[in-house]
């Protein structure tokens, strides 16, 4: 099974068996609350390759609006120097998981930056 591949990146080996095999669905408030304690608002999985895709668009908007670092998301392409956390690298990054809410504008995203086999 070749990986599915999501803004040039290849999504885990297991991700990719999850959503194949459409287990990769909402486990429940209280299952997040385990795997994610720091998390507070609830979230949404994104369902598939297509649509991370189409929510990691997010990413690009913030990142490439001057008025936005409060979102901490920028292009490590157009950085002089590496992006290091709490700031993501967009274009090394895919988003697995949204907020449920409309206007809380948070998310759960694979990072690539430390490994692009292995992301964090």
Known sequence: MAPSMVRGLALPALLTSLVDRDLWR????????????????PLRLVSNPEQMAYASQSMDMFADDPHSAFFRQARGSRSVAPLELPWLDVERAVLIAITRRPGDDGALALD????PSDPR
């Open 26 to 41: 909402d486990p429940g408030d209280a299952v997040l609350a385990k795997a994610i304690p720091w998390f507070k608002d």
């Open 112 to 115: 690539y930056r430390s490994d």
